[in-house]
């Protein structure tokens, strides 16, 4: 497929030609397929349209997920991620209420599909840290807390031969659930305050051969007043391995670790 050229890349549709990014490439190809006015208004398109508007649904709900922890997720994932965590909002969506390409996009739904998504397809946390949160939340749902009562080298899978300590992180998204509004053809969220928001905590690094006990990390929303009961919390979960030259600590690039461990 023939790049773009020029300083200025483009991203959409122009002239019956498609501009957008593969793998770090800008591409240009000849546009095919019936047009979005086509879509949104020939009865003939009605399950397209429907599907259409349930995954701008999903690509939203997947954003609002990714937003208030992108560093955490830029640190952790693979180049599938987006579209991964897409494809599972699509999923959630399919399961709320209302009709086809209007149903409500809720994690609260189906919260067993998002439960152990991994930021890196290859990478399970399980076959690197086996010690398991414990993990509990109060004040109306703003603090949450994940205690992990006793860590020791057993539970280290696949230590990286330079690593000399590990560092645990939590992360938390809040996430609105969203609607379609009809006259806008478009989903919204219901407590826009309520979402796109998110924060990361780390422990301090740890020896990797001496036993741990009593490991806290806290996590507390940016909402300053209860949560409201249309937002789920996404809790995230993971390790890496670090290496000490001297005063210094380097996180090793290629034993990060992390994934949803549970919605409250």
Same mark, same amino acid.
């Given at each position: 497929m023939p790049k773009q050229k020029g300083i200025i890349k483009l991203k959409g549709t122009l002239n019956g030609v498609c501009y957008y990014?593969? $793998?770090g490439v800008y591409i240009k190809r000849k546009a095919t397929g019936p047009s979005r006015e086509r879509i949104y208004n020939d009865p003939?398109? @009605?399950?397209v349209k429907a599907n259409t508007q349930e995954f701008g649904g999903a690509s939203k709900l997947s954003k609002a997920i990714r937003t208030g922890i992108l560093e955490t997720t830029k640190q952790f994932q693979d180049p599938t991620m987006s579209s991964r965590l897409t494809g599972t909002c699509y999923n959630i969506i399919q399961e709320g209420s209302g009709i086809p390409g209007k149903r409500e996009a809720n994690l609260a739904n189906n919260p067993q599909a998002l439960i152990g998504f991994k930021f890196n397809k290859n990478l399970a946390l399980d076959n690197i840290y086996t010690a398991k949160p414990i993990i509990t939340?109060? @004040?109306?749902?703003?603090?949450i807390t994940l205690n992990i009562p006793e860590s020791s080298k057993k539970n280290l899978k696949k230590i990286p031969k330079t690593a000399t300590h590990f560092?645990?992180?939590?992360?938390l +998204? !809040? !996430? +609105?659930?969203?609607?379609c509004r009809p006259n806008q053809k478009a989903y919204r969220p219901i407590t826009p305050k309520h979402n796109a928001l998110g924060t990361t905590q780390k422990?301090?690094?740890?020896?990797?051969?001496?036993?741990h006990k009593n490991l806290q990390i806290t996590l507390e929303?940016? !909402? $300053?007043t209860a !949560? +409201?009961?249309h937002a789920s919390l996404v809790v995230w979960f993971g390790i890496q391995f670090i290496k000490q030259e001297g005063k210094q600590y380097y996180s090793l690039k290629n034993s990060k670790v992390m994934q949803c461990v549970t919605l409250l």
């Open positions: 990014p593969l $793998k003939a398109f @009605k399950t939340n109060k @004040k109306n749902r703003r603090i560092q645990l992180i939590a992360a +998204s !809040v !996430v +609105s659930g969203y609607k422990t301090q690094p740890l020896l990797c051969k001496i036993e929303t940016p !909402v $300053k !949560v +409201s009961k």
